[in-house]
Each structure stands twice: as C-alpha cells, then as structure tokens.
C-alpha cells in the first residue's frame, strides 16, 4: 500500500481501522490520509488503485471532517462469515464447506450476543476487555449461509473463533456446556478456528457526524466488485 501511494504521488501514510489476517476478505476497510499534494479526495481512489494488485482496490476515497482517523474515530464493525451446505464452484473459494443444520448455529451464535469478555474466543495477543457484540443474524439462501456480526470491536481472530466453536457444537464435536460457560466467564476453551476464507469484513460504522460516506455508498460500495465473496 505504501509503495502505490508513492507511486500516486503521495507522501503520507495510511492509517487503517484496523487489519485483517491471511486469507481475509474486505469489502470497505477503511483508512485514513492526509493529502497534502493538492490533489481532490475524489482523485486519490483511481491513482492508488492504478498502483496496487488487481486482488486489491480502494473503492472510493471521500473527505473526512478535521481530526478524523479510521482507527479511533470508529464505533463499530460488521463482518460477515460465509458457509457452504452444499458444494457451489462459485463460492468456494470464498466459503466454508460445513454440513450443519442452520437453525442449531443460529441459536448457538445469538447466545453470544451482549457485553461479554469473550476471551476464550480471541487471540491472547489481543487485550483482555469488554466487548459488546450487539447482533448476530444467520440468513439462509440457496445452499449457502451469510453470518452476519456487528459489534463495537472485536478481538483478533474473534469472528472466525466465534464460528468455529458454533459449528463445532452444532455438529457434535464439542460440548454445548463447554462453549456456554466460555461465554460467561474468561475460561480456557479449545476453540476451533473457522477457516479465513469465508470471512468478510463487511464495513466500518462511524458516529453519523464524522462518517465520510453516505448511506448509499456503504449500500452500494461503489468500485467493490459485484462477485463473491462482495454479493450480499
């Protein structure tokens, strides 16, 4: 990133929201830049973009009110988190393929909802706190399951540990009681770590005074391409 910013002509560097591991998708990462090249923020998008690899795009680039930064400005996340009940060429690149009965995950996941320590589902080199997962919603569509979760923050590895353990006790591989009493207190569990692959960030929410893009634009991602793991 930083060398296609170069090669666009600008000297500054980037500061993200946050980062995504190997493997991991995103569909509006968000970073913050001062521009002081005398170019538009509306100019910045299609030149680093030029630079960069074609598995990786700025979508679009927008000003941001005074003192803005994506990391600390932010008040939430969404990701979304794809299985596979059925083998499907077109998405498995981008996918997990489980067999598990739908409604048995989803009662699982929204056991996880609310202000929890969740340290059994993140990488310890994440700091031990309170986060709040505020929603969890589970869609079924045409063989394949959209696990949507948006919270405050999450730890690193959180999302991918938060589904392993859910489709690990769905299918019978770990206790229910065990996952339960992980949810309610900072307890050692071995929880399974769902592939990265399937794993999207979907986009990052800011308090309406200092968000950059509009309703329309985070509906649309303008610039994202319309292909998984993009589709909604």
């Keep these: 990133m930083k060398q296609a910013l170069r090669s ?21 990462q968000v970073l913050s ?18 630079a960069l690899p074609r598995s990786v795009g700025i979508a679009l680039s927008r000003p941001a009110p005074p003192r803005f930064n994506a990391a600390w400005c932010a008040s939430g996340k969404e990701y979304r988190y794809r299985l596979l009940l059925e083998d499907d ?11 598990v009965k739908v409604e048995r995950l989803a009662e699982l996941l929204l056991a996880a909802v609310g202000t929890r320590d969740f340290f059994a ?9 309170p986060r709040r997962l505020r929603g969890v919603q589970v869609l079924e569509s045409g063989g394949r399951v959209d ?15 938060l589904v392993g353990a859910a489709v690990a006790v769905a299918r ?5 009681a065990d996952y339960r009493r992980a949810l309610d207190a900072p307890l050692p569990f071995d929880a ?7 794993l999207v960030l979907w986009e990052v929410e800011y308090p309406r ?24």
């Design 33 to 50: 830049l001062r521009v002081v090249e005398g170019m538009s923020p509306e100019e910045v998008a299609p030149l680093v973009s030029a």
């Design 89 to 99: 060429p077109r998405w498995a690149p981008c996918a997990w393929r489980v067999d």
């Design 172 to 176: 019978g591989e770990v206790r229910e």
């Design 147 to 161: 696990v949507r979760l948006t919270g405050d923050g999450f730890g690193r590895h959180m999302v991918r540990y």
């Design 121 to 129: 589902f993140h990488d310890k080199s994440s700091a031990q706190k």
């Design 209 to 232: 005074e200092l968000d950059p893009f509009t309703a329309e634009e985070r509906r649309l991602a303008p610039g994202v391409p319309g292909e998984p793991p993009f589709t909604g």
């Design 8 to 28: 666009a002509g600008l000297s500054r560097n980037p500061v993200p929201s946050g980062r995504t591991d190997l493997g991991v998708h995103a569909r509006m």
């Design 192 to 198: 399974p770590k769902a592939p990265p692959q399937g």
